[in-house]
């Protein structure tokens, strides 16, 4: 399980300069992203569930925008190195009415 909240400053994946690495929210298992705030992300693919290879079960990925910014070159699923056998549950992405 992963859980990742982001509510002030920038969390860069990849350097500062360049910024271009996939950020996972579930890999294997759970995963939880929570932007809010102030708070940027700042990567290439946001891949929701990798459902990565190696697992018995499918990955769940949820993704709460609460204010803050994603900043990224794609929002995907199952991106890289997925299991044959599992199809990953429909990911969640909940957005804050303002």
């Given at each position: 399980?992963?859980?990742?909240?982001?509510?002030?400053?920038?969390?860069?994946?990849?350097?500062?300069?360049?910024?271009?690495?996939?950020?996972?929210v579930?890999?294997?298992?759970?995963?939880?992203?929570?932007?809010?705030?102030?708070?940027?992300?700042?990567?290439?693919?946001?891949?929701?569930?990798?459902?990565?290879?190696?697992?018995?079960?499918?990955?769940?990925?949820?993704?709460?925008?609460?204010?803050?910014?994603?900043?990224?070159?794609s929002?995907?699923?199952?991106?890289?190195?997925?299991?044959?056998?599992e199809?990953?549950?429909?990911?969640?992405?909940?957005?804050?009415?303002?």
């Amino acid at each position: 399980m992963s859980i990742v909240n982001i509510s002030g400053g920038t969390m860069n994946i990849g350097t500062a300069a360049n910024p271009t690495s996939p950020f996972y929210v579930a890999s294997r298992g759970t995963g939880t992203l929570t932007v809010s705030g102030n708070g940027v992300l700042s990567c290439g693919k946001l891949d929701i569930s990798r459902n990565a290879a190696g697992n018995t079960v499918s990955s769940i990925g949820t993704v709460n925008l609460d204010g803050g910014t994603l900043m990224v070159t794609s929002v995907t699923n199952i991106s890289a190195n997925q299991q044959a056998a599992e199809v990953p549950r429909r990911p969640l992405i909940s957005m804050a009415a303002r």
